[in-house]
């Protein structure tokens, strides 16, 4: 809080991350349910512009081999599972007022990484 009692523009004032993971050594296998709250965000010094809270969760999981000095992963992921609509940053104190970035709705990725150590 600032002198004047106005909260800090910019800054949620509760943050919270958990991940339930699961590894199957066996198989190489892994994967994780991650969630991430964020409370309301004001936009400006005055605090009468604010982005609501959210929550979202994300999905991922992969296999990893390795053989010899070589290690390769594919990992496939899922982010905003439940394609929730939120503000993911702010402008603060944007002179046209417009404070407010959307987030990304639910967006996939797939990869594969491979290192080899000598």
């Given amino acids: ?56 969760a994300n999905l991922r999981a992969g296999f990893t081999q390795r053989s010899g000095g070589w290690t390769v992963s594919e990992f496939a992921r899922v982010d905003n599972i439940f394609d929730r609509q939120y503000v993911g940053a702010v402008r603060v104190n944007d002179g046209s007022s417009r404070f407010y970035e959307a987030a990304p709705t639910r967006f996939g990725m797939v990869g594969v990484n491979a290192s080899y150590a000598f």
Avoid at 32 to 51: K, P
């Fill in 1 to 56: 809080m600032s002198e004047t009692g106005k909260r800090l523009p910019g800054t949620s004032r509760n943050i919270l991350y958990g991940e339930l993971a699961f590894n199957y050594p066996a198989l190489g296998f892994n994967a994780a349910l991650e969630g991430r709250y964020a409370s309301r965000v004001f936009a400006n010094d005055a605090n009468t512009a604010q982005a609501s809270g959210y929550t979202v």
